[in-house]
């Protein structure tokens, strides 16, 4: 443990534990930190958001439509200008966030669940098992998932609910590939043998030995799916097979601005800014969870 | 070889199939189909007339091997929507996709390879972190917004290209950037990495120490060994990347299959819908098998396993 740098307060002699050696990692990684305050501040807002906003995202003002922001020479009364049906942006953009991270997150857990188990099911019986989840990975893989997506949402209607759910289940593949490699990795270790011979069920040793031991890659993928969902959501709403109106959704309201893109572009330039460092900055947090739960831990 | 072949066409074929039960199946789910193509309020007379004339009141499977049989010989049925027939329409508008797509490949190839190979031959430079960059704003940034930017910048504002269609060649410039962008921050990141373990072999140590140009060790005896992952993945985001069409076509109005699949859900039209989603499967199906066999033969280690 001599290469981890020990923490000033701490003499060298004591053993540091893990959890403060990571922190230590983390604090030192100028991206990880960076992305960490950007999601961080996004899901704040999200939050907070009926605190924050300064006006119902649903309440249209026709005599007040197409303001601008205030960057663009508009008035502080509407900072990020008003859409076509008067209806104040920076409210739609703080409720936007909400439903942004909302199926970020729960299409990426629904997905984590089924890739996981399908993942660590293959990699640790491989044979005859492994041979049939790369076989379902395979049929997933081929599926084309934006235009599945889309279908499912048009043939269900567009609620949130089905928004979710279909992402969630078409979402899956990376988890099992990963989880799979990371699986075999572990199962060739001698703790999973010794858990063997002290006679330890299967289900014990999948749930204690092996999901805490791949927990790390886990939570890599789980943040780069995250933003994956988010992607297409925004993909799905642009394309009117969403998120439906009047919901506050930041691709929709791209979609929405689309209409005056030749003469009002700050309609979509603002939602489309928020949702590309929103990305930006969940991928460089997933990265940098990456490299510090590396075990040689790069740089 | 020939064994390898017959083992991955075979598994090909089994995967084929799975997804085509459940494309048609898929669209089964949502109700009755003879309900939608009756249209809304029709009376229960004429629903059951439309359910026994287009053979709805079958049972599923046979309903599914009927619709396998005619799609083999390349018969989708009339479109709801469109009342053409649907093998006529995907075949005047799969040129355009495949054209925009190939584009984008060859984009992506262009951009990605030299950069991660540079990026690999100057680890932890400004060349490394450039290639980085480049690669996590791919990966952030929506397609469908990047697409409406460059079309706000290039077309609105300077005039270059037109905005949309593809009267001229010049439309399919903006569709080739957005679509290729798109796939690019894979291919690199996996060219960096491949590169990066093969310049620690000996044999580049000894091509170099022999005084051999370090661009021609580089780009003849490092990348030949490192690209053979980057086909496998490349065939796999070529086919992504007919998914992707759909919203690149959607933003510069081109006529190709991706934004025919836009307009056949929106309307709900399920011969369409079926026959691209299988024929998108296919398109990827058949590339990754492509590429499994291109790979087994360049690489001879991979035919045992």
């Given amino acids: ?299 | 070889m020939l064994k390898f072949i017959a083992m991955k066409l075979g598994l090909a074929l089994l995967v084929a199939l799975t997804v085509s039960f459940i494309s048609f199946s898929l669209l089964y789910m949502a109700g009755d189909p003879a309900i939608s193509m009756a249209g809304e309020g029709a009376s229960a007379e004429v629903i059951a007339a439309v359910r026994q004339q287009y053979g709805f009141d079958r049972p599923l499977l046979v309903q599914y091997f009927d619709w396998l049989m005619r799609a083999l010989s390349g018969d989708f049925g009339i479109s709801y929507y469109f009342k053409t027939p649907v093998s006529a329409m995907v075949a005047e508008r799969l040129p355009v996709t495949m054209t925009i797509g190939a584009l984008g490949m060859g984009f992506a190839l262009c951009l990605a390879i030299p950069t991660g190979v540079l990026a690999a031959a100057f680890p932890n430079t400004w060349v490394d972190r450039m290639a980085l960059g480049i690669a996590v704003v791919g990966q952030a940034i929506p397609s469908f917004w990047f697409g409406l930017i460059l079309i706000v910048i290039f077309s609105v504002n300077l005039g270059l290209v037109p905005a949309s269609g593809t009267r001229s060649w010049t439309g399919y410039i903006l569709p080739m950037i957005v679509l290729g962008y798109y796939a690019t921050p894979a291919i690199m990141r996996l060219t960096r990495a491949g590169m990066l373990d093969v310049l620690s072999a000996d044999y580049i140590r000894t091509a170099r120490a022999k005084g051999l140009h370090w661009g021609s060790v580089l780009f003849k005896h490092a990348l030949r060994n490192a690209i053979i992952p980057v086909v496998s993945l490349a065939a796999v985001q070529l086919g992504f990347m007919f998914g992707g069409s759909v919203v690149v076509e959607s933003i510069f109005a081109l006529h190709g299959a991706g934004f025919l699949a836009w307009e056949s859900i929106s309307r709900n039209d399920l011969p369409t819908m079926q026959a691209l989603i299988l024929i998108f499967s296919m398109f990827y199906i058949g590339f990754t098998l492509l590429a499994d066999i291109l790979n087994a033969w360049l690489d001879p280690r991979l035919r045992a396993g």
């Avoid at chain 1, 007040?64 to 942006?89: N, Q, S």
């Avoid at chain 1, 791949?214 to 993928?221: G, Q, S, T």
């Avoid at chain 1, 969902?229 to 993909?235: K, N, Q, R, T």
């Avoid at chain 1, 959704?249 to 309609?267: A, D, P, Q, T, Y």
Wanted: aromatic share 8%; net charge positive.
């Fill in chain 1, 1 to 299: 443990m001599s290469d981890i740098p020990m923490n000033h307060a701490a003499p060298a002699s004591k053993i540091v534990s893990p959890s403060r050696v990571l922190t230590a990692k983390a604090l030192r990684h100028r991206s990880f930190m960076l992305g960490f305050c950007v999601v961080g501040t996004v899901a704040l807002v999200a939050l907070l958001a009926p605190w924050l906003a300064p006006y119902d995202p649903y309440k249209q003002d026709l005599l007040a439509r197409m303001a601008r922001p205030v960057f663009m020479g508009g008035e502080w009364k509407h900072i990020l200008g008003t859409d076509a049906l008067g209806r104040d942006y920076l409210s739609r953009m703080i409720y936007g966030a909400r439903v942004s991270l909302m199926i970020g997150f729960v299409a990426a857990m629904i997905s984590a669940v089924i890739g996981t188990t399908l993942g660590i099911l293959g990699g640790f019986f491989g044979g005859k098992v492994d041979a049939v989840v790369m076989f379902i990975v395979s049929v997933r893989l081929a599926l084309p998932a934006t235009l599945v997506a889309l279908a499912v949402v048009a043939l269900f209607g567009g609620s949130l609910t089905v928004v979710v759910l279909v992402l969630g289940f078409l979402l899956w593949d990376r988890f099992a590939v990963v989880m799979r490699s990371a699986t075999m990795q572990v199962r060739q270790m001698d703790y999973i043998a010794a858990a063997e011979v002290l006679g330890a069920s299967v289900a014990r040793i999948l749930w204690k030995d092996v999901l805490p031991n791949v927990l790390n890659a886990l939570i890599v993928i789980i943040t780069l799916e995250m933003a994956h969902a988010i992607i297409l959501e925004a993909a799905l709403s642009f394309l009117g097979l969403g998120v439906q109106p009047p919901t506050p959704s930041w691709g929709l309201m791209i979609s929405e601005g689309k209409e005056m893109l030749l003469f009002e572009s700050w309609l979509i330039t603002i939602p489309g800014l928020a949702l590309f460092v929103l990305l930006l900055a969940i991928n460089i947090l997933g990265d940098g969870i990456r490299d510090i739960t590396a075990p040689e831990g790069r740089n």
